[in-house]
């Protein structure tokens, strides 16, 4: 079993719906992160937090310790928001390495 | 401030014929990452270096990749011969000093073994 798991795999919206992502995690960890990768490969930090919410623009990550769950919400979709969005944690066993879910694709048509 | 600097972009070679990639980190960032990523999978930290000492290769393969950092600033990963199953997506990362600050990424090599 993976430590980290995220959920759907795939996510098909319409513009403009909002759309939510789950991570769930089986480790302790120190910080969660969010990371958007584009087609071509470059990945993109969106949000690193250890608990509570953060929100920038359209995009809002929160996250459960006790449960062990992260969620990233994008309110307002958009076809630029099409992308893979990997959930990855840094944790205690891990000597700080990051441990990777295997992306949720995300396509937004217009 | 430039990001994460990797070349090439993309590099195709047959099997058994060797391939390295090289990275530039931000300026001032002392842990420098490579990872592999599969198709369809996250990326798999290969090695951590904390300025030139390799601080975490346990997932290196040894016996055909190696990487140097010889003045704890840019860095070079090379196979030695590749393989078919090595076709991945090779991502350089970096940091402050310290595996517990956000990581920065380069743009990746996309690199496809015949």
């Known amino acids: 079993k993976n430590e980290v798991e995220q959920s759907p795999q795939n996510l098909t919206a319409q513009e403009g719906e909002f759309i939510t992502i789950n991570c769930s995690y089986s480790v302790g960890i120190s910080a969660l992160h969010w990371l958007q990768q584009h087609p071509g490969g470059g990945i993109v930090s969106l949000f690193m937090l250890s608990s509570g919410k953060k929100k920038h623009g359209r995009l809002i990550a929160t996250i459960n310790i006790q449960e062990k769950h992260s969620s990233l919400h994008i309110t307002a979709s958009h076809p630029r928001d099409s992308a893979v969005y990997i959930c990855?944690?840094?944790?205690?066993?891990?000597?700080?390495?990051?441990?990777f879910g295997k992306g949720t694709k995300l396509s937004v048509k217009p | 401030e430039a990001g994460v600097v990797q070349s090439p972009r993309y590099k195709i070679i047959e099997k058994k014929q060797p391939v390295a990639f090289w990275c530039n980190p931000i300026s001032g960032h002392n842990t420098l990452y490579w990872y592999r990523q599969n198709l369809g999978q996250g990326p798999e930290l290969l090695i951590r270096?904390?300025?030139?000492?390799?601080?975490?290769d346990s997932q290196l393969p040894k016996d055909r990749f190696s990487a140097e950092r010889l003045k704890g600033v840019d860095s070079t990963l090379k196979i030695q011969p590749a393989e078919l199953g090595d076709s991945a997506v090779y991502l350089c990362a970096s940091s402050l000093e310290g595996a517990y600050n956000e990581q920065f990424f380069g743009p990746g090599t996309r690199l496809t073994v015949l």
């Open positions: 270096y904390e300025n030139e000492e390799a601080v975490d």
């Open positions: 990855a944690v840094t944790s205690w066993g891990s000597q700080g390495n990051l441990i």
